[in-house]
C-alpha cells in the first residue's frame, strides 16, 4: 500500500484541476494572437470552467482571462471601425499589448501557484 503525504504548499485536487483548465485557456488565447479560434475557444473555456475553480487559489484568473477576452473583442471591434482614420490602428496596438501583459502575468503567477491579483 502507498503511503500518501501532504507536502505544506501542495495543491489540492481542486487547485490541481483549477491551475491545469487556466493553464488550457491561457495557452488558448495565446494561440489566438496568431489565429483568431483558439483565442474564442480560450475565453469561451475560462468562462464555461470558471464555476469549477469557485474556492481555489486561482480562481481570480478566470476572472482576468474573461476581463482579457471581452475588452479585447470590444477594442478590436472598435480599433477595425475606426482603422480608415488610422486611430484604429492605435487602439488595435495598444490593445494588444495590454492584453499580452496581463496573458503573461496571469501564466507567470500560475505557474507561480500564486492568485493573479494577490
Partial sequence: MEQV???VGALSEKDRLAKTNALIAYGLMVIGFFFLIPGIIGG???MVKKEDALGSIFEDHYSN???VFWWSIFYAVIGLILAFVYV?????IVAGIWAIYRIVKGLARLT???????
Fill in 5 to 7: 503525504t501532504n507536502e
Fill in 44 to 46: 469561451i473555456w475560462a
Fill in 65 to 67: 482571462m474573461i476581463r
Fill in 88 to 92: 484604429g490602428y492605435l487602439i488595435l
Fill in 112 to 118: 507561480s501557484n500564486k492568485a493573479y491579483k494577490a
